[in-house]
């Protein structure tokens, strides 16, 4: 009985934390969507993404980021040349996502009057945590567009 017990736990577990994982695709989670944000916001202010760019951006070590851009790159996120970093289709797709809704929480607890520095600390935590369906939902009642916060056009 104690095995059932277990089996049980574990299966409830994992139907528990299986929505975070359900709505992203294989092997990536909080820090790996960081990743692809951090590479897409840099391309988009200045053009060439090199692994020690994206180091000093997120405040982590070179080589975090080499792991983290192997692991990436193994998964089809990125594709890595000589010098840098880029973000293939899937990535774009994922760190697109994951900027709109960084601007979307960042502009609204600026505009609950939170503290721009806190703001954004706690908004990248933020993105992570909904599904597609409960964020789009929640942008639609609210209805915002993450405009008040930093934007960036593709």
Known sequence: ????????AVESIQRLTSNHRERRPMALR?????????????????????SIDVA???????????????????NGYVEMGKRDVHLTERGLEVARQM????CFFVGLLEDAGVAPEVASQEGC???HC????????????????????PTMTD
């Open 1 to 8: 009985m104690g095995n059932f017990a277990v089996k049980l």
């Open 30 to 50: 909080e820090s790996g969507e960081d990743y692809l944000e951090s590479i897409y916001v840099l391309s988009k202010h200045q053009g060439i993404v090199r």
């Open 56 to 74: 000093e951006y997120l405040g982590v070590t070179k080589a975090s980021v080499s792991k983290a851009m192997a692991t990436l790159e193994s």
């Open 99 to 102: 900027w709109e809704r960084h």
């Open 125 to 127: 935590h933020m993105e």
């Open 130 to 149: 909904l599904s597609e369906e409960s964020f789009e939902k929640l942008r639609s009642m609210l209805r915002r567009d993450g405009a008040s916060a």
